[in-house]
């Protein structure tokens, strides 16, 4: 792809349906609109693509659920040049064909849904085997020998040898449970995510997702903005926001719930028959912990401050703050402290890692529900696939009010600074050849302290009233 003429610039250079009996057929021509989603939620790719069809293919080749498509296309970018989304040599799995139409003339349309193979070859195996190895080391092999995936593996190391047992488990469920058992080896960060991006697949924590480089500023422009040479200003297109949405703010209800601001780990020590109780508070710990904004700034040579997304404001007569309340509770076993009683070498030696509950359950599932319910924005903005799930990226909205503060304030004091793309749904149209994205970043601190006071919740210092007379005559 020669030349950036226009931002969401895009060739579709490959699209091909290989059907089951391996029968070849180009879709390039025929391809009325493709959508890829990535997600660091979710284990692999997937998509969709819309396809007319003059020739009844669906019936004829036909097309049934078994095919693999082979996609490659190139996308337009102003700092690494361009980016080819390459999926020719590990092709896409076809699993669905639905909502054929006529759409008259003798043309019919429909939708052709198709998933990373390693989706399907997850479905279709089970690993029933012992496994010996850091949480990483065992996920690379997971993907390379129970997968058989050929596609480039971004590992971040963890800590500890641990001897595991799979019982007739699938490859991503087998890699779910490593996530939670992993801890970063050199920053003993306990909370690891496994997804797929154009690039490849991906475990890797939280904190070193935070710790990298802002891939572009996003912010709105005038459309069309020229250079000072009279051009169109195609980076500043770059950085649009075509229209942005606030999908949500802390929802204290459910974060109370589910243990985000304060939890009670009860362990018990399956050798010395004896329990511990460990009580986690989310304002305490706050500054212990990686969070986007300092995180960023240290691995980048900043110094920035980053502080919690929930006010310390005391909210009871006793002074207690939201965190002070322990709203869920884990119960976990242990066998040993540091060391894996249950598992012997071939010398009789104990030297596997333990499980290590006190150091990742409770941090770990605050921090997920941080980063679940923290401040996250949807933007629609041209496409650029340098950008990926998992990446970082400056947003700037625009302070909306009908009146200025004595500041000014061009941009809105929460929604700005670094977010972690969440998920990116690319949209590439054929006929125009253009390629947008749908965009989902997620913060979860603020570069400002929220203001804090003694400030009890109002209830009636009287006796509540009961009623219990429901069956009284009325005249």
């Known amino acids: 792809m020669a030349g950036v003429l226009r931002a969401g610039q895009f060739e579709l250079q490959e699209a091909e349906i290989v059907s089951a009996s391996g029968t070849t057929v180009d879709l390039t021509k025929s391809i009325l609109s493709l959508t890829l989603f990535e997600d660091i939620n979710r284990f692999t790719m997937s998509g969709l693509v819309v396809v007319q069809d003059s020739v009844n293919l669906a019936s004829m080749l036909p097309l049934v659920g078994q095919e693999q498509f082979v996609l490659k296309l190139a996308t337009a970018s102003l700092t690494e040049g361009e980016f080819i989304i390459d999926f020719s040599k590990n092709a ?68 500890g040898i641990r001897k595991i047992v799979s019982p007739n488990q699938r490859p991503f469920e087998l890699i779910k449970e490593l996530m939670g058992d992993a801890s970063s080896k050199d920053f003993f960060d306990p909370y690891y995510f496994n997804f797929e991006t154009p690039r490849g697949f991906n475990f890797r924590s939280l904190a070193s997702m935070y710790a990298q480089p802002s891939k572009i500023e996003y912010r709105q422009f005038v459309t069309g903005t020229k250079t000072n040479k009279g051009a169109v200003n195609v980076e500043a297109d770059f950085s649009h926001i075509m229209e942005y949405n606030i999908l949500s703010t802390q929802d204290a209800l459910q974060a109370n719930r589910f243990g985000t601001y304060g939890s009670v780990l009860y362990t018990h020590d399956v050798v010395s028959k004896t329990f511990q109780k460990h009580t986690y508070n989310y304002l305490d710990s706050f500054s212990k912990e990686r969070h986007i904004e300092s995180t960023n700034a240290k691995f980048n040579g900043e110094d920035v ?53 006190v150091n990742k359950v409770q941090k770990r599932n605050s921090q997920i529900e941080q980063f679940k319910r923290g401040y996250t924005v949807q933007l629609k903005v041209h496409g650029a696939t340098f950008i990926s799930a998992g990446d970082i990226v400056d947003i700037n909205l625009p302070y909306t009010a009908s009146t200025k503060t004595e500041k000014n304030e061009d941009f809105d004091k929460i929604y700005r600074g670094k977010f972690l793309v969440s998920k990116i749904r690319h949209d590439f149209t054929l006929q125009t050849k253009s390629h947008t994205m749908l965009m989902e970043g997620i913060k979860d601190s603020l570069t400002f302290e929220l203001p804090a006071a003694y400030n009890p919740e109002l209830v009636d210092d009287t006796e509540s009233e009961v009623e219990d007379d429901l069956y009284t005559t009325l005249v």
């Open 92 to 159: 896409f799995s076809v699993n669905k064909v639905s909502g054929r139409l006529d759409i008259g003339s003798g043309v019919q349309a429909y939708n052709i849904s198709f998933v990373s193979r390693e989706l399907m070859v997850d479905q279709r195996t089970k690993v029933v085997k012992s496994l010996v190895g850091t949480p990483s080391d065992l996920v690379t092999k997971i993907y390379q020998n129970d997968l058989g995936t050929k596609k480039k593996i971004f590992v971040e190391p963890s800590s």
């Open 305 to 357: 401050e980053d502080y919690p997304i929930v006010s310390s404001s005391e909210i009871t007569d006793a002074r207690d703050r939201i965190s002070d309340f322990p709203a869920r509770t884990f119960v976990q076993p242990v066998n040993g402290t540091g060391t894996d009683h249950n598992h012997q070498n071939e010398f009789g030696q104990e030297d596997y890692s333990s499980n290590d509950p």
